[in-house]
């Protein structure tokens, strides 16, 4: 395992939220991207004010404090507090991602099975036994 991150996903106000939390710890946002920049999804559409919503963000306080996140989108479920925080796990292999993967999904639910994604990842989502969320992904780069 490479990195254990929190992933907190916000009901609109995601980069409001990073751009608050980077004004009281520093850092920088060195990932951002919207909605709009996505490829066409199956049975999605977006407004105009969607498509301008946080599709993917990671914040970087230093080495050791990294958030990523994310606004919410009601074909994707949505989010309530409770449920907005999932673990994301950076894992060295395909082989290594498979294996936390089937672990954490057994007598849990799969959420978004592995695949090989649009943003050159392995990844996939699942939510524990115990209800706790985690995506698991692997840099095909």
């Known amino acids: 395992m490479n990195q254990l991150i929190p992933y907190i996903t916000f009901n609109g106000d995601a980069e409001e939220a990073l751009n608050y939390y980077k004004s009281i710890f520093g850092g920088e946002i060195v990932e951002f991207s919207r909605f709009e920049e996505a490829p066409p999804m199956d049975g999605v559409e977006f407004t105009d004010d969607q498509k301008k919503l946080v599709m993917h963000a ?8 990294v958030i990523m996140a994310s ?3 009601p074909a994707f479920g949505g989010c309530e507090v409770g449920n907005n925080i999932t673990l994301s796990v950076g894992t060295s292999s395909k082989e290594e991602t498979e294996k936390y993967f089937d672990g954490v999904s057994e007598g849990g639910k799969i959420t978004m099975p592995l695949e090989e994604t649009f943003w050159n990842s392995y990844f996939g989502m699942a939510t524990d036994k115990f209800g706790v969320n985690w995506m698991f992904s692997f840099d095909l780069k």
């Open 58 to 65: 990671t914040y970087k306080v230093n080495d050791s404090i």
């Open 71 to 73: 606004d919410s989108h």
